[in-house]
């Protein structure tokens, strides 16, 4: 990377993987040397258990293989306090070697990737619970923002701090929420929302540990490029946490389908002569155009479903309010008050039974009202100016009933006044060409 030229070139690079385990009753970040189970057998019972801490800060290099042409120290110097400690070693391996680099690039920046095709196991149970979100979040970041890395006595390496000032973020590469990933990772029917809420939590504790230090840490994603995958995620709500997405965009087919068709392994746009394509499904998701605009679509779908929640839970509120009223208790003789839902003051008898009937269709009523909007929208683009304000005012007229009524009829007229500025204002433009 240095004697290429690349790395002058290069703004950010993830190192992958980074590995969870086992540990203290949940699930944590850690540094073991393991040959990896799953590389011989995926059924093993430690399957997605490897890990590699000698390469990543044992390995002592040589000078002809460093970056600084120097070879990685065994101790520290004799009037260093940290010499022959035996609780912390100077940082070799592949570790020192990145920092070497940051320090000849400074505009370069290194992410720990966690997780990865074979090192998913754990990530649905670690996920599962808010007390193990925090338990996970909190040891990696002990590991890799704050450097604490596991003191190896019999490579003189690493220790508390060792590690600090290497990783300027974390990448989650969970390999898949749902499913989909290797036969030994673990599932949760709530992955879907778990992912959103894991992300979140990294989100926090960085942004906690970047308060102490002064400085901002990157967190990202690597996520499945087929629709089937961004299906079982929340687009437009992981991603408020996140700096930006990376999108597996490889391996859409490949060897593992042994039974064939053929097909192309990292198309840019879907073949829709492709029989794989033909047979429908998420087949034709299956590209990197596909990739990103399943993953705008989720996002888009899921932002204006939380949109018009939203809308309706704030209306809900505010009816309660409104027919929650208080009046004395003149038996009780007291001056303490109870809390009574009655007829809204104003409303006759059948209009009441409305009022409550109405909540069932509450949904239908919000959207048709939300549709205003949209309405208004078209017509700016528009001529037909009557037929336009009669679509507006339609659905208003079906919103029955009290408040609901009035508040479609301020919308309409809200709508309309917004409708006659743009048409001013293109009228302007008109004259103007």
Not at 126 to 148: E, H, L, P, W
Not at 386 to 396: F, H, K, N, W, Y
């Amino acid at each position: 990377m240095d004697k290429s030229g690349s790395a002058q070139m290069l703004t950010f690079v993830n190192y992958a993987f980074g590995n969870l385990y086992q540990k203290n009753g949940g699930y944590e970040c850690g540094m073991i040397s393991k040959l990896e189970p799953a590389s011989s057998n995926v059924n093993a019972s430690d399957a997605g258990t490897g890990g590699d801490s000698y390469a990543d800060y044992g390995k002592g290099f040589g000078a002809g293989e460093s970056i600084s042409g120097k070879a990685d120290a065994w101790d520290f110097p004799q009037n260093d306090p940290r010499y022959n400690s035996s609780k912390v070693g100077p940082l070799k391996g592949n570790f020192n070697q990145f920092k070497l680099l940051k320090a000849k690039y400074p505009n370069l920046k290194l992410m720990i990737s966690l997780g990865g095709w074979t090192w998913s196991r754990w990530f649905g149970k670690a996920a599962s619970t808010d007390a193990m979100r925090k338990q996970v979040v909190s040891s990696c970041i002990n590991i890799y923002i704050k450097g604490n890395l596991p003191y190896d006595a019999g490579n003189n390496a690493g220790g508390d701090g060792m590690g600090a000032d290497l990783f300027d973020g974390i990448d989650i590469d969970w390999e898949f929420p749902g499913g989909g990933g290797q036969p030994y990772n673990t599932i949760d029917p709530n992955d879907k929302k778990n992912y959103t809420l894991l992300l979140a939590e990294f989100r926090k504790q960085l942004d906690a540990i970047g308060a102490q230090n002064g400085k901002y840490y990157y967190l990202t994603v690597a996520i499945g490029a087929g629709g089937d995958k961004i299906a079982n995620t929340e687009p437009g709500e992981y991603s408020k946490s996140l700096d930006w997405i990376n999108i597996m965009s490889y391996d859409f087919h490949g060897g593992w389908e042994s039974t064939g068709p053929t097909d192309f392994q990292a198309p840019l746009y879907a073949d829709p002569d492709s029989p794989n394509y033909k047979a429908g499904q998420w087949a034709p998701t299956y590209s990197v155009d596909g990739a990103v605009e399943s993953a705008a679509q989720r996002g888009r779908a899921f932002i204006e479903d939380h949109r018009r929640h939203s809308v309706l839970r704030t209306r809900l509120d505010r009816r309660r309010r409104r027919t929650a009223r208080q009046r004395p208790v003149p038996e009780s003789g007291q001056a303490r008050t109870r809390q009574i839902r009655g007829r809204h003051p104003g409303l006759s008898a059948p209009e009441e039974r409305g009022r409550h009937a109405v909540r069932i269709a509450h949904r239908q009523d919000v959207m048709k009202v939300r549709r205003l909007d949209l309405v208004v929208l078209r017509l700016a683009h528009g001529h037909q100016a009557e037929d336009g304000l009669r679509q507006v005012a339609e659905p208003a007229r079906r919103v029955q009933l009290g408040t609901r009524r009035r508040r479609a009829e301020r919308r309409v007229a809200e709508g309309h006044e917004r409708w006659v500025e743009v048409m001013r204002n293109q009228a302007a433009r008109d004259r103007i060409a």
